[in-house]
């Protein structure tokens, strides 16, 4: 069984240190809701994962099984198995949606697909995804709506097969049947034993996929690891607990969020993890 392990990982963005020292494990099958207010290094994690360029390995290590993922490069690190679906999808002016997925999936064969089997791949998967066929012929990503482009990223996951992937928000933008449309997408492919590290602010999501196991993160560390029930207590009653129950401070003011306000999980409670 394949898994993806995180240790003692440091990153900064320019000067300033966002990770401090993340310990994470990830194994094929499961699915691990990643929470913690904004601003503590959630989106930074995946992105360091993925090799943006924005931010800087400072120590640590991130391996997919025997493959050290840091000495990679970002393709390398998707043909590896590797998937992330941004929280704000770039649009690429000049480059067609259906060249773009077909140059992404023959990257990964050692012959190139033929013309028919990548149009009847292509045609299923907009077909699952209820984007009309005819997006295939535009720029990828351009002019797109907030939803059409999550709605996308979910699409070039079912297409690409990877091993592990990392969702960041991914309900953000979503109206409710679209969200119904992407939480179906994930579940077909956790049935398939895909892993999933899944960022998300808001409840329903997480009720739609069912994950295994949750994390949160403040101050750029994990603070509570622990069972799906995580999401239910955060949900209910916010971040306060972590405060008064684990004496961990919380360094950052949490900004406006539902995961805040309203919501959003239950937490393994000192109890929980010492029973781990």
């Known amino acids: 069984m394949s898994s993806l392990k995180i240790k003692n990982l440091h990153v900064s963005a320019g000067s300033k240190e966002i990770l401090r020292g993340v310990d994470l494990e990830l194994h094929e099958g499961e699915t691990l809701a990643l929470l913690g207010p904004n601003g503590h290094g959630k989106s930074t994690l995946l992105a360091a994962i993925m090799g943006n360029p924005a931010f800087t390995v400072t120590e640590g290590s991130v391996f997919l099984d025997d ?19 941004m929280q704000n999808p770039a ?5 067609n949606s259906a060249d773009f997925l077909k140059m992404a999936m023959n990257a990964r064969r ?40 999550k709605k996308n990223e979910i ?12 969702l960041d928000e991914i309900d953000s933008g979503l ?6 449309v992407v939480a179906s997408a994930i579940r077909e492919e956790q049935e398939k034993g895909l892993g999933f590290l899944v960022i998300s602010h808001y409840a329903r999501l997480y009720e739609l996929i069912n994950p295994t196991r949750a994390a949160v993160m403040v101050n750029g560390r994990i603070a509570v690891a622990g069972g799906p029930e995580i999401i239910g207590r955060i949900d209910k009653n916010g971040y306060e607990w972590i405060k008064t129950e684990l004496g961990i401070e919380i360094e950052k003011p949490v900004e406006e969020g539902p995961m805040n306000q309203v919501s959003i999980g239950a937490c393994a409670t000192r109890v929980g993890l010492e029973g781990k």
Do not use: C, H, W
């Not at 043909?79 to 992330?84: C, D, N």
């Not at 649009?91 to 480059?95: D, K, S």
């Not at 079912?158 to 091993?163: E, R």
């Open 67 to 85: 493959v050290d993922v840091l000495s990679l490069s970002v393709d390398e690190r998707s043909k590896a198995g590797l998937f992330l679906a």
């Open 91 to 95: 649009e690429i002016p000049g480059v």
């Open 110 to 149: 050692e012959t190139p697909m033929k013309l028919f089997e990548f149009y009847g791949k292509l045609q299923k998967a907009y077909k699952e995804m209820n984007i009309p066929f005819e997006m295939s012929n535009r720029n990828l990503n351009e002019g797109f709506s907030g939803g059409e482009k």
């Open 155 to 166: 699409l070039q996951l079912k297409l690409l097969n990877p091993t592990f992937a990392m």
């Open 175 to 180: 109206d409710v049947d679209a969200i119904q």
